[in-house]
């Protein structure tokens, strides 16, 4: 993949949070099928993360990696220095999140998973935003997309919705405020996405699979191919009169058997 003029987004450089995960890592691939040049963030999983740098400067553009435990925010602070450095950034996907789902997580206390969500999920996303914003607006331009959840505005039942919802809609909500701060040199927009088949959903029961079908109006989970889709999107010239948006990746909201 070298740069041509068919690449919209030649020679810029993104910075894309969470790269090693399942979403992350598409997000990367498909800037990077656009001509981006990638800093690729990752905490603990280093290895895929360089895995997927040695796959794009393969097809053309570069990539770096830098590693960062954002529920400290002295590091965070320090990243986001390093990552200027490193290159004056084009586009910033904030994409990194906590897994409370499966692992060793899945067992901590409904605080301890509130806490670590709101640590990496809201507040790095506002400081990293914050910082690379301003930066950007005294350049002139710039791309921010955060990541959200399409339930947080209507909600949803139990601990992790009650969790997902309060964590997922502080970052819509301050989505909204940011792009007004920054326009008209920054466009700062959401994607929300709905049930998409990360590393839970291949494993979910049962029930989890019959609700993930249908409460999309397509009847299928949503891949993350399908949330790098949107952000490819809107990182891109075809979307520069879209800012400050919430865009819902779910196929279409069918609602939950009990609303319907």
């Not at 963030?41 to 997927?52: G, I, M, P, S, V």
């Not at 019959?210 to 891109?236: I, Y």
Request: charged share 20%; glycine share 10%.
């Amino acid at each position: 993949m070298k740069s041509s003029s068919t690449e919209s987004l030649a020679h810029q450089w993104a910075l894309v949070t969470g790269a090693s995960g399942g979403i992350g890592g598409q997000i990367a691939r498909n800037l990077a099928a656009e001509g981006a040049n990638l800093i690729l963030h990752t905490h603990r999983n280093a290895t895929t993360a360089k895995k997927l740098a040695d796959e794009i400067s393969e097809l053309g553009p570069r990539a770096e990696v830098v590693e960062c435990d954002f529920s400290d925010i002295q590091k965070c602070l320090d990243f986001a220095d390093a990552v200027w450095q490193i290159a004056s950034l084009d586009i910033l996907v904030n994409n990194a999140g906590v897994d409370v789902l499966t692992g060793e997580a899945a067992d901590w206390s409904f605080a301890k998973k509130l806490e670590h969500l709101w640590q990496v999920d809201v507040r790095a996303t506002i400081e990293l935003s914050r910082s690379f914003g301003e930066k950007m607006q005294e350049r002139g331009s710039g791309v921010i997309i955060n990541i959200g959840w399409d339930q947080a505005e209507h909600g949803m039942a139990g601990d992790s919705g009650e969790m997902f919802a309060t964590v997922k809609g502080a970052v819509m909500a301050f989505t909204r405020s940011l792009a007004k701060s920054l326009s008209p040199q920054v466009r700062v927009n959401c994607v929300a996405p709905g049930w998409i088949q990360t590393d839970w959903g291949k494993g979910a029961s049962e029930y989890w699979q019959k609700r993930a079908r249908t409460e999309s109006l397509v009847d299928r989970w949503g891949t993350p191919d399908d949330v790098a889709n949107a952000v490819r999107f809107l990182t891109s010239p075809a979307a520069s009169f879209i800012n400050g948006q919430i865009l819902n990746v779910n196929g279409g909201w069918a609602g939950t058997a009990d609303n319907r």
